[in-house]
């Protein structure tokens, strides 16, 4: 038997993420609602992948320790264009670097403000169905 595939637009995707499963190599891009009133080329856009359940599963040992949560959070950042980090009077575009291991790097994680740490990781329970 033939597996059944439909093709969905991005807003039937937003409504279902979250509630149904989603692939290993399902990714989504976000904009956090923070930046929306900025002009389009200051509009950060992260690439981020739902935690699987074994990560959801240490999610809960983390409690208030915060290099478990950014160490949690930098593994789900696959990418980013648009983040700027303002020095002086100009905007400095910030390179995403990976670790070895294809990781977003410990000290550009460090690079982003706590309010958008916190965006992305109430984003990225969003779409692995924690909340």
């Given at each position: 038997?033939?597996t059944?595939k439909?093709?969905?637009?991005?807003e039937?995707?937003?409504?279902?993420?979250?509630?149904l499963p989603?692939?290993?190599?399902?990714?989504?891009?976000?904009?956090?609602?923070?930046?929306?009133?900025l002009?389009?080329?200051?509009r950060?856009?992260?690439?981020l992948k739902p935690?699987?359940?074994s990560?959801?599963?240490?999610?809960g040992?983390?409690g208030?320790?915060?290099?478990?949560?950014?160490?949690?959070?930098r593994k789900?950042?696959?990418?980013?264009?648009?983040?700027y980090?303002?020095?002086?009077?100009?905007?400095?575009?910030?390179?995403?670097?990976?670790?070895?291991q294809?990781?977003?790097?410990?000290?550009?994680?460090n690079?982003?403000?706590?309010?958008?740490?916190?965006?992305?990781?109430n984003?990225?329970?969003?779409?692995?169905?924690?909340?």
């Amino acid at each position: 038997m033939e597996t059944k595939k439909i093709v969905l637009d991005q807003e039937m995707i937003n409504r279902m993420v979250g509630c149904l499963p989603v692939s290993n190599d399902f990714t989504v891009n976000f904009t956090p609602e923070s930046t929306k009133e900025l002009p389009e080329e200051f509009r950060p856009i992260f690439r981020l992948k739902p935690f699987n359940h074994s990560q959801i599963k240490s999610l809960g040992k983390i409690g208030n320790n915060d290099d478990a949560a950014l160490d949690a959070l930098r593994k789900q950042i696959l990418g980013w264009s648009n983040l700027y980090e303002i020095n002086n009077n100009e905007a400095v575009e910030i390179e995403y670097v990976s670790d070895s291991q294809g990781n977003l790097d410990r000290s550009s994680v460090n690079k982003l403000s706590i309010r958008l740490s916190v965006e992305i990781l109430n984003e990225l329970t969003r779409i692995s169905g924690i909340k």
